[in-house]
Nanobody
């Protein structure tokens, strides 16, 4: 059973930055995809970004391109989400997730139902 542990959330003022981390309990095949999602109170879970474990491909929610950046450190079994120019509307619980389908595609990475494992989430609160 794969375990994903997020960290790095917290309270930040608007315009500030945070870097979230997601550390996996084991190493993976390079074709697997790690994604970040977020869920604000009263809203559905929303795709943020995804990266293939070998790092060659990424996918972002259109509304977040330019402010958020996903990266990975295979040696540490960790994926990061750098969030810059944060806005109050970025307030949410942020989750990382792992798609272990050998044929997982980046085009489908925005679909939460494709992911097999989820972390417990980390709270990000942006004050105005």
């Amino acid at each position: 059973q794969v375990q994903l542990v997020e960290s790095g959330g917290g309270l930040v003022q608007a315009g500030g930055s945070l870097r979230l981390s997601c550390t996996a309990s084991e190493t993976f095949l390079s074709t697997y995809i790690m994604g970040w999602f977020r869920q604000a109170p009263g809203k559905e879970r929303e795709f943020v970004a995804a990266i293939r474990w070998n790092g060659d491909n990424t996918n972002y929610a259109d509304s977040l391109k330019g402010r958020f950046a996903i990266s990975r450190d295979n040696a540490k079994n960790t994926v990061y989400l750098q969030m810059n120019s944060l806005k109050p509307e970025d307030t949410a619980v942020y989750y990382c997730a792992l798609d272990v389908n050998f044929f997982a595609t980046m085009e489908a990475a925005a679909q939460a139902r494709r992911y097999d494992y989820w972390g417990q989430g980390t709270q990000v609160t942006v004050s105005s």
